[in-house]
């Protein structure tokens, strides 16, 4: 007889290999339809399959180490004949040119179980089958489709392939009645509601099935449903990458300039730049830049500048996103990680809520609201409700009302910029756990960058003086810059932070630490060499001339982000470093720090180019302009910007942003100066590109499916 280790090592392995690889009982061969829950339709799912299919290789190996980053490739390369430099790639264009263009997810922004307009999760999701609609409840269904087929070792035997086949199914919930029906035995079976209960001895049916000579296949089909949970900040919301991104015109040009805004300059007119600190014979106006292609310019019309009309067709043109307060996108490395976990095992249902919102902290973003991101839609909240309180009201029968248990938290908070620090007793109201739908089964984090002023960091980097951007702080209101000095004042108060937030994760959620994965953050600065960038200062920041990459500054950053990153590994596990200090988390949190994924990103920062072409790969990163005297745009065609094609660099710069994004502030003139500084930041400016949360995302993935392991093996405990 086996000992008890033996029995638990073949557990751990059997379910290693069911969660890595698709699976194929003997008989039956049978697979979830549209199992990414998230999507409305199944067509959103197929998209994926299909290319999830197209690289997933020989399916008796194990999957490849990058099969997210293959598929997120296969999704989104642009479908052109020569992709070597955005020109060649309009001029070669093939019939999905446009499509691909704009990335896989502006297909799908329009079909998801989130409300972009209400800023939240739908409790209810109409979701679309084969079969038809299906009214759910989004956090917990209570049923699944599901299409079955003989296995085809079944098929190959003599007779059975050309004969008909007796289907029979019955709920595995006591008093459940029989359904029938008769189909050829290569065909498929659709059950269109598999019932599920987190009863598991109430969840699936038991599927019979009488082959031509008689004998009689049984099996129970059980759905594994998945409830991912994401928060945290910009670097897992998918910042810097929305679903579907601005397009700009190829003839038209936006002159940032209030004094020409009138109808005379409708179309292109370059003045000498002044006060712009340039040299006496500039090649190009600092402030003509490229302009969103606008209904005016298809219809071969020209609005007049400044006017109602002309605002209204440039707001209608702004970057589409899932949630729009959050700039928060199906690009977000939670997104690919559910959406694989969906792909990889047939017999998986994935529900994942992803609350992550740029510039969450802590403090402001997980336990107390924020600023949302602003826009030009009206009557839309100006603020963001804490992600911890939405997740409680997602999870609560009843929603809000069902939330009764008190509970408070020490929690150190700051104004970005003071370093004035204020301990502050902020109270909570949690869903008690009898009155909770269902249990978290993992979750996904990224938190604490902005709790020492990451963003605020990465500007003093790229900017010589405060006063620079001193009008663009006062549009956001707030400090965006500041040096190393003030960052490590809140590194201070960080694990009392990271305290409270463990606290608060087992109170009103019941979540183990175990079950967190915290993602560390990739490093920025590093060119394709692996020497700190800098060495051309304005290489992808040329959107504006008062941006400059600092070699000196940006040493300093970094030489911050090594301790900070540091102390993130001291606050989870104590015992990871022998340097780490006494702790308010003790121990650690027992949240997974994962940081396998930072070496794929080291030779590959904000000013890496492509090694084998990195002259050429420089000169695309310039911002595309008219040249004074030129005809056509230097170095391509803005309209011919591929935002999610392949680069060597995995994060945004400013121009990169600019061009993706395109952010304007609505509180000011669409013309105004400060316009393409902020256009140029607050677009998602150093954050990772989709390429770059694919990454991400096959690394942590890794790490998820040892944790569904253990709760295989948990599960087949119990039983």
Same mark, same amino acid.
């Given at each position: +007889?086996?000992n ?7 557990l751990?392995s059997?379910c290693a ?5 698709p699976?194929?009982? *003997?008989d039956?061969a049978?697979?979830?339809e ?5 999507f ?16 997933r290789?020989n ?5 490849p180490?990058? #099969?997210?980053w293959?598929?997120e ?7 052109c004949?020569d992709a070597?430099?955005?020109?060649? $790639? ?12 704009l990335g896989?997810?502006?297909q799908t922004i329009g079909?998801?179980?989130?409300d ?10 109409d979701? !679309?089958?084969s079969?038809?609609?299906?009214k759910e409840d989004?956090?917990l269904?209570?049923a ?6 003989? *296995?085809?070792e079944?098929?190959?035997?003599? @007779?059975?392939?050309s004969?008909a086949?007796?289907w029979?199914w019955?709920?595995?919930r006591?008093?459940?009645k029989? /359904?029938?029906?008769s189909l050829p035995c290569?065909g !498929?079976?659709?059950?269109?509601r598999v ?8 969840s699936g049916v038991?599927?019979a099935?009488?082959l031509p000579d008689?004998r %009689?296949?049984? %099996?129970?089909v059980?759905?594994?449903?998945v409830l991912v949970? *994401?928060?945290?900040?910009?670097f897992a919301s998918?910042e810097?990458?929305?679903d ?17 805004v009138?109808q005379d ?5 370059i003045?000498?730049p002044?006060g ?14 490229p ?5 005016d310019e %298809?219809?071969?019309?020209?609005f007049?500048? @400044?006017?109602?009309e002309f605002? !209204?067709a440039?707001?209608?043109?702004a970057?589409?996103?899932v949630s ?6 199906q690009?977000?490395?939670p997104?690919?990680?559910g ?5 990889e095992?047939p017999?998986r249902?994935i529900?994942?809520?992803?609350l992550? $919102?740029t510039?969450?902290e802590?403090g402001e973003g997980?336990f107390?609201? !924020?600023?949302?991101?602003?826009t030009? /839609? ?5 603020k963001?409700r ?8 997602l999870?609560?029968q009843?929603g ?10 020490q929690l ?12 502050r007793?902020?109270?909570a ?7 909770r739908k269902r249990?978290i ?5 990224s #938190?604490?960058?902005?709790?020492v002023g990451? @963003? ?5 980097s790229i900017?010589e003086?405060a006063?620079d951007?001193a ?7 707030g400090?965006?810059r500041?040096s190393p ?5 809140y590194l201070?108060s ?8 463990r606290e608060?994760?087992q109170?009103g959620?019941?979540? %183990?630490p175990?079950r967190?994965l ?7 600065q ?6 700190v960038c800098?060495?051309d200062?304005t290489?992808?920041?040329?959107v504006?001339?008062?941006?400059k990459?600092?070699?000196v500054r940006?040493q ?11 102390r993130?590994?001291c #606050?989870?596990?104590a015992?990871?470093?022998?340097? $780490? ?5 003790g121990?650690?949190?027992?949240f ?6 930072q070496p *794929?990103?080291?030779k =590959?920062?904000i000013?890496a180019r ?9 000169? +695309?990163?310039?911002?595309p302009? =008219?040249?004074i005297?030129a ?5 391509y065609?803005?309209a011919?910007y591929l ?11 400013p121009?990169d942003?600019f061009?993706t994004?395109?952010?304007?502030a609505?509180?000011i003139?669409?013309?105004?100066i400060?316009?393409?500084?902020y ?5 998602g ?6 390429e770059?949360?694919?990454?991400v995302?096959?690394? +942590?993935v890794?790490?998820?499916r040892?944790?569904l392991?253990?709760r ?7 039983r």
């Open positions: +007889m086996r008890a280790s033996t029995v638990l090592a073949w751990i059997s290999m069911i969660s890595a690889a699976v194929s009982a *003997a039956f049978w697979e979830v549209n199992p990414f829950r998230f409305k339709n199944s067509t959103s799912f197929d998209q994926q399959k299909q290319a999830y299919d197209a690289v290789g399916v008796q190996q194990p999957l180490l990058d #099969i997210i293959r598929t490739r296969r999704l989104n390369d642009p479908d004949k070597s430099t955005p020109d060649s $790639c309009a001029a070669t264009a093939r019939a999905r040119y446009q499509q691909s263009k896989w997810a502006a079909s998801t179980c989130y972009s307009g209400k800023r939240r999760f739908m409790t209810q999701c979701r !679309k089958y079969w038809g609609t299906a989004y956090v269904p209570d699944h489709t599901v299409n079955i087929r003989l *296995a085809p079944r098929l190959a035997e003599a @007779g059975i392939a004969g086949c007796a029979t019955r709920s595995r006591p008093g459940g029989a /359904e029938t029906k290569s !498929k079976l659709n059950i269109a019932p599920y209960s987190l009863t598991r001895a109430s038991t599927v099935v009488k008689g %009689e296949l049984t %099996e129970d059980m759905v594994d449903d949970v *994401a928060m945290g900040d910009s998918g810097s990458n929305p579907r991104p601005v397009t700009f015109s190829e003839a038209r040009e936006m002159v940032y300039d209030p004094a020409m009138r300059v409708a179309s292109r007119k003045n000498t002044t712009f600190g340039l040299a006496s014979t500039p090649k190009f106006d600092p402030r003509t830049l302009r969103r292609k606008l209904a %298809e219809a071969g019309q020209s007049r500048l @400044g006017s109602a605002q !209204k440039f707001d209608d043109r970057a589409k996103w729009p307060d959050c700039h928060r996108s690009y977000g490395y997104f690919r990680v959406i694989q976990l969906a792909l095992n017999h249902s529900t994942l809520v992803s992550a $919102c510039g969450a802590v997980l107390l609201e !924020k600023d949302a991101r602003p030009t /839609e009206p009557g839309v909240p100006t963001v804490p992600q911890l309180d939405q997740l409680s009201d999870i609560c009843g809000a009302k069902g939330r009764t248990r008190q509970a408070s938290y150190p908070l700051y104004r970005t910029g003071n370093t004035q620090v204020e301990n007793l902020v109270s109201l949690w869903c008690p756990p009898e009155n249990p089964d993992l979750m996904l984090l #938190i604490g960058g902005n709790d990451f @963003g605020a960091l990465l500007t003093y900017t003086s006063s951007l009008p663009v702080a006062g549009l956001i209101g400090s965006i500041f000095d003030v960052s490590r004042v201070e960080l694990d009392e932070r990271m305290k409270a937030l608060a994760l109170d959620f019941g979540v %183990e175990s967190v915290q993602s560390s953050y990739e490093p920025i590093f060119d394709e060499t692996g020497a800098g060495a200062p290489l992808g920041l040329d504006h001339p008062k941006l990459l600092g070699k940006l300093e950053t970094a030489d911050f982000l090594k301790d900070f990153l540091a993130l590994q #606050i989870a596990d015992k990871s470093r022998a340097d $780490c200090p006494r702790l308010a988390t121990l650690g949190t027992g997974q720090l994962v940081t396998d994924h *794929a990103f080291a =590959r920062g000013c492509d090694p084998k072409n990195a002259v050429a790969d420089g000169a +695309m990163m310039a911002m302009r =008219r040249w005297g005809d056509e745009f230097t170095p065609s803005p011919a935002p999610y094609a392949k680069r060597w660099r995995l994060f945004r710069t121009n942003a061009l994004a395109h952010t304007h609505p509180n003139p669409a013309f105004e400060l316009q393409p500084t256009a140029g930041l607050y677009s400016a150093i954050h990772p590109t989709a770059g949360h694919a990454i995302a096959d690394h +942590m890794r790490h998820v040892t944790l392991d253990k295989a093996v948990a599960d087949a405990a119990t």
